[in-house]
């Protein structure tokens, strides 16, 4: 059957009640048709509501006292018998769970306050609808409107016999969901561009990542439980887990807390607490705060963590903010002994964690800053944490308080280079390495590491991967290969569209090409897609302070091309200069826009902690490392500075034009890591774009090699 032959949904959206009465939901069929009666034809249609498997999304909905924006509370489902799973929902689950108490007492209250869609289609089956309840929890986790989603269990499928249905059946009823309610069911396009979205614990697992995970998983049971050596039984563990940008490792982790969370009891489930304790039932006593294993997520970085709070927040893991998805610094306070005056003292350990999930765990400090005293955030955490499991990528280190000695780094990470590339030639897939020994900090660990090899993010061919890689790690400037992407063979449709690499000739035209990109898309909050310029930050920013030097007081991106064509940092003599709001296209020899967070909407900037590439706005703003970094956009423009060159047929970093004192600082005043840091902070670059990357060099050696790259 072909794709457009498929049938479409059957959704009634009815008051949560009683269902046993056919009549009754005719009823709410012929309403929400507006017809007076149904026909023949579809009163048979609900013969795939009352006699299939179903899914269903049971929603209540508030308005914001502050904001008077909606605020939905939802729980999704799927069942071979609606009428009987409504009744248990009604009259059984509020005695055991908070949640359905809830809805029940809003139904107390006023009986329309609570609705329930019911999805049917005639080929559903009990793989097919497991795949749409948890696709919906996917999208409905990345819909602003969605308050609190009360489900505990992933239920992505592997494969079954109509699984190539799946997505256009699942697309059908999205759409008529959006149809029907677009607050709750934004368009898709929205969804999936949400920062939520990417990071959600209801991605369908790759075959590696899944092994992977059940690997981690069968370690953590392991070291929870006690078992093992009876020597090691009592040391700390850390799991790496390794890949290059792109390669899924945030997708797991999320995934990985979500169970750790849901399955293994981890941090009480709130959702199931009446405040302090967990209801006791027959087959669970009632378990006290304390003995409660605790598990936390953490990120070194403030959209990020804003993220995971809000997937934690939603998913009723944490009642508030910052209670399992923090800031490496802020747990290491909250485990630490404190002075009399309540400060923290980071190397006096105070009780421990069992699990610390840490990502994009690469921008721990090695060192102590203003906001932490101690000297690494890494020793730190394992002494405070049964098992750490941190994401790392040793080239997304962007600074030198990130960076570890030589000796350091091989005892973490030992004969790495010579192993991933042999499991990764025989087909690696994703098991856990057996734990040995790790002395560090006069301190005993063990260490075991697990690699992620398949590229999620660059949907593009292996030619064209290799060529960002090879560019990415400063290594040369091959032929620009042309990818042509992938189509169905029997519909000629394409299944991957052609990823695309462009050099401009001028920062101007790259960030208009950019912009087309994004209101082509129309797949952003407000119509903005997400397709972004960045630059590497050899221009000057002080976060905060207003730039005296500049007619708008902005910290701007500025370049203008001189007589000879050549495109030259800051503005040329005599020019009219600053960022203008009316005409932020500018001119063709002069170009100026602002870094991230700059432009202020009404009297108030973006909020550090918002993602920056999902504000409307934004797209006039130039991105950094510092906000673009763990994130995905549709197709990235790169402004490359002049901190990057070409010379004698190489990429040459020069530190003295960078503006990124972090960077290319002296490591005790005397050790330099400027030339690594550099390359990593291109290479986070570079990487960011799903569909395409845009190019633009400041040095001409460069540039000129780029377009001849592209021309050939």
Sequence with gaps: ?????LPKPIIIDLPYQSIDDKAEIEKAFVEQLGYETLSAVERETL???????????????KRNRHTLRPEYTVYVGETNNIRSRTMQHLREDPKTRVDWKEFQENL????RSVWQYVIGNPHFNKSLTLDVE???MHYLLGSDAVKNLNNRRTNAQGDYYTQDEFSQIFSDIWLELNRQDPELFPAEEIIRDSALFKASPFHQLSDDQIAAEESIMDALSEALAGSGNSADSGLSRLIFVQGVAGTGKTVLLSHLFYRIATEMDINGRIND?????ILETDSSPKISKEDRRKAYILVNHNQQMHVYNQ??????LQKHFGEVALKPSRFINRFSEKTASNRAIADKPRGKADVVLVDEAHLLLTQGDQGYSGKNMLHDLLR???VVIAVFDPNQILQTSQRWSEEDQGMLFPQQAESDVQKAAAGYSGQLDRFVPLNMWGDHYLLSRICLHRQFRIAADDATIRWIDDFADGKRIGRIPQDIGEKDRETGEYVREPFEIRVFDSPVELFKAIKKKAYLKASGVDGCGLSRVVATYDWEYKSGKINDSSPDGLWNVEMHCDAQGVWRMGAAPGMQRGYDAFNPDGRADYFCHPWNYEIKVGDKGLSLDAVWAESPHTLNEVGSTFSIQGFDLNYVGVIIGPSVTYREGKIVFNEKASCNKRAVSKRNGSISYAQSNLRNELNVLLKRGVHGLYLFAVDPELQAALKEAASK
């Excluded at 059957?1 to 032959?5: D, E, I, L, N, V």
């Excluded at 013969?47 to 909905?61: A, L, M, Q, R």
């Design 47 to 61: 013969h795939y509501i009352f006699d299939y498997p179903t899914v269903y999304v049971v929603h209540s909905k």
């Design 108 to 111: 107390q209250s006023d009986a």
């Design 384 to 386: 405070r944490a049964k």
């Design 134 to 136: 948890n696709r919906l």
């Design 311 to 316: 997937i934690a927040s939603k998913l009723g």
């Design 273 to 277: 607490e009446d405040d302090e304790d």
């Design 1 to 5: 059957m072909t794709k457009s032959a």
